[in-house]
């Protein structure tokens, strides 16, 4: 599998991210917190100093292609398909018994989410090669496929972190993106402007429908 193309020369992504490119581009909001630790190791090589203790918790994709650039006993980490975080909602309320109250979500470009139409019958055919009744497989991948195909790495990000906020709603989430191409971390534009902007409400009217059965998974 090779490198998508970088973000910058990618038209998808044009006037939807907020570059970093120097450590004072760092947004006030995260200064002084674990999500300012994360990108300066992750876009400048600066070496995080765990302290023994949990200081974040990384939510991001099972890409092989992304490394985190975390020392141990710094962070809990979830890696869950398309970086949604479905039926690890008690996981998260763990990380939280533990005093972790920054969460970092990490989405990333050309995610095999978006692919997930094609791959579908190769996914079924592996679980045939496991025993599965291929009836039961075909019925499994359908639905897990509904609740993580997504079309846009981006809007998808969006779409978990407003349904984050409404069951966790005193967590600082952090979405981040990664471009494979140079494991850059960049913001979101619409988290950024929402921030900017002081209307960081997840009851906003605006704000894209989140339905109430997507809110928790407790199967």
């Known amino acids: ?67 985190l650039p975390i020392p141990s006993m710094y962070a809990y980490v979830i890696r869950r398909a398309s970086c949604r975080l479905i039926g690890s909602e008690f996981s998260l309320a763990y990380v939280l018994s533990r005093g972790v ?39 499994f991948i359908r639905y897990q496929a509904a609740r993580y195909t997504m079309e846009d790495e981006l809007s998808a990000l969006e779409h978990e ?3 984050l906020r409404r069951l966790f709603k005193r967590v600082h989430f952090a979405p981040l993106f990664v471009c494979l191409a140079d494991q850059r971390l960049y ?20 704000e894209p429908d989140v339905r109430d059965e997507e809110l928790l998974t407790l199967m």
């Open 1 to 67: 599998m090779t490198l998508p193309l970088a973000i910058d020369l990618d038209p998808r992504y044009h006037g939807r991210l907020v570059d970093i490119e120097t450590p004072k581009d760092i947004p006030d909001y995260w200064k002084g917190t674990p999500v300012e630790n994360l990108l300066l190791a992750q876009n400048f090589n600066k070496k995080i100093d765990a302290a023994g203790k949990p200081e974040l918790l990384i939510a991001t994709c099972i890409e092989f292609r992304y490394a």
């Open 101 to 139: 109250d920054y969460v970092a979500m990490i989405g990333h470009n050309d995610c095999g989410m978006t692919k997930v139409p094609e791959a579908a019958p190769s996914m079924a055919e592996a679980l045939v090669k496991e025993g599965w009744h291929r009836d039961r497989a075909e019925e």
């Open 161 to 163: 972190y407003i349904r």
């Open 187 to 206: 913001i979101p534009k619409w988290f950024h402007d929402r921030m900017l902007s002081g209307k960081d409400d997840i009851t906003d009217s605006k």
